[in-house]
């Protein structure tokens, strides 16, 4: 093939916003329209995909049908809570029984106790370790197992996870979920090594500080805004929409070559250094 022929600008125009279409996509993490897996639902949604979301539990369900509701169409929404396998298992079977394939998931959910999220990371009890590690870390390997099949049937497909800078280095109150997403992104690279040869890609954006639900877990986490706002290169927060662009390129066929990578969007913070 000649070097970028497909990428013609005028030969793209006529697929111009619909860089996904025809592929199934399943959201996992949607609490509200803040959550950054909205964001990536609405790129995706923008540019042709079929989409499926999660929500956690009844506590979230109004608001995420709500949003799914805005979409339009007939969008499948089914609970599930990482940490209950019988509804992991029953997701996935719902998605092989009405699509058959999977092409897209996105894995865009974390928890750790509060209690964890403030104060010393030594005081760290095995609990919270655990609790942090299981949610935030092993729900991706437990997902990209459930996925890889149906992403077998369609050929391959794209696993995208959301990171944050506190898994390489110390963030003030980020504590044990620095640790669980350090075993996030170790996850990463081995899990694309799996699935590589089955042309699964799998890649985690590490996104600057969003203000979330589960942002504001986090002890102190307006003045890590603040201090991103004066320290980036672009002097300025991140987006929702940012990042969201940012898992549509790694859902798309533009992203064919990128697996078990780390993608910063964070306005250039993490090359700062005094
Ligand atoms: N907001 C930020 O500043 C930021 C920065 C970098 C990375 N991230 C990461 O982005 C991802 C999404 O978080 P967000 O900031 O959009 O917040 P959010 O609160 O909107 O989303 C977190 C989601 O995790 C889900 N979740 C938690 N425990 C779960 C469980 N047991 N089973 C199923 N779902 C569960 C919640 O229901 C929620 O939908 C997380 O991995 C987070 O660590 C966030």
Known sequence: MGYGCSWNLAERKGSMGQLVAGKK??????????SIAWGIAQALHREGASLWFNYQNERVKDYVAELVAGLGGDIPLTECDVMKPEQVDALFEAVAARWGSLDILVHSLAFAPREA????????TLEQWNTALAISAYSLVLCARQAKPLME?????????????????AVKSYN???VAKAA?????????????PANIRVNAISAGPVKTLAAKGVSGFS??????????????NVTQ??????????ASDLASGITGEVIFVDCGYHIVGV
Not at 117 to 124: D, I, N, Q, V
Not at 241 to 250: R, W
């Open 25 to 34: 996509a399943l959201i996992l993490g949607v609490a509200n329209k803040r």
């Open 117 to 124: 999220l403030e104060g010393e990371f030594y005081t760290t």
């Open 153 to 169: 049937k369609a050929g391959g497909g794209s696993i995208i996870t959301l990171t944050y800078l506190g898994s390489e280095r």
């Open 176 to 178: 044990v979920m620095g």
């Open 184 to 196: 996030l992104e170790a996850s990463v690279r081995y899990l694309a090594a799996d699935l590589g």
């Open 223 to 236: 003045s890590i805004l603040k201090v991103v706002e004066e320290k980036a290169p672009l002097r300025r």
């Open 241 to 250: 929409a940012e990042i969201g662009n940012t898992g549509l390129f790694l």
